[in-house]
């Protein structure tokens, strides 16, 4: 599976994105996706996943409210709307893809990533 990440840019704090990651190169609708961002100096941390019929959605406490995870199947792609954007949010947003719904919130957990957008929030 090729996952190709897209909807970064520059906004201003209180701004919206919505980030998109395009699956190719298998049936993704079997794989959990989820969103990871990582910060300059910093480890990659979890955002956001959902399960492969989209019944269940997972958040990090820093993002719950403010961010929906979503999917189309029928489109092999998978959304992150991000509402009211704070400084704090500005990272290397990556999508990736695992089998097991346990490993959700664990970088480690999943087999594959796409290339990175960058999202970068102005005060």
């Known amino acids: 599976v090729q996952l190709q990440a897209s909807g970064g840019g520059l906004v201003q704090a209180g701004g919206s994105l919505r980030l998109s990651c395009a699956a190719s190169?298998?049936?993704?609708?079997?794989?959990?996706m989820g969103w990871f961002r990582q910060a300059p100096g910093k480890e990659r941390e979890f955002v956001s996943g959902?399960?492969?019929?989209?019944?269940?959605?997972y958040y990090a406490d820093s993002v719950k409210g403010r961010f929906t995870i979503s999917r189309d199947n029928a489109k092999n792609t998978v959304y992150l709307q991000m509402n009211t954007l704070k400084p704090q949010d500005t990272a290397v947003y990556y999508c990736?893809?695992?089998?097991?719904?346990?490993?959700?919130?664990?970088?480690?957990?999943?087999?594959?990533w796409g290339q990175g957008t960058q999202v970068t929030v102005s005060s």
């Open positions: 959902i399960s492969w019929s989209g019944d269940m959605t």
């Open positions: 990736a893809a695992t089998l097991s719904i346990v490993n959700v919130r664990t970088p480690s957990g999943y087999y594959y």
């Open positions: 190169g298998g049936t993704s609708s079997r794989y959990v």
